[in-house]
Nanobody, 120 residues
């Protein structure tokens, strides 16, 4: 079994910054792609950013130039540095990781989600 533990959400003023972290733990053999999604009220879940084990990154157009995703493979942890935050960034942010566990099946796991609120 694999667990994802997220931290770093909260309330921030427009223009501010937050750093989200997501640590994978459990019976992990390896972690492949990791990413952050977000879901705002009455909106569909959308990919914010993803990063491969080798460091290749993808970003939603709405966050390019403001958000940076990174990872520490030794710690099976992914980070999302969010700068110049806007009210439209308000959402629940969910961590995702593709991991090979003791079941020897590559499975996509999800964190429980973090509330990020951008408001003055």
């Amino acid at each position: 079994q694999v667990q994802l533990a997220e931290s770093g959400g909260g309330l921030v003023q427009p223009g501010g910054s937050l750093r989200l972290s997501c640590a994978s733990s459990g019976s992990i053999f390896s972690v492949s792609d990791m990413g952050w999604y977000r879901q705002a009220p009455q909106k569909q879940r959308e990919l914010v950013a993803s990063i491969s084990r080798g460091g290749t990154t993808k970003y939603a157009d709405s966050v390019k130039g403001r958000f940076t995703i990174s990872r520490d493979n030794a710690k099976n942890t992914v980070y999302l540095q969010m700068n110049s935050l806007k009210p439209d960034d308000t959402a629940v942010y969910l961590c995702s990781a593709q991991a090979l566990s003791s079941t020897l099946i590559m499975t996509n796991y999800w964190g429980r989600g973090l509330q990020v609120t951008v408001s003055s």
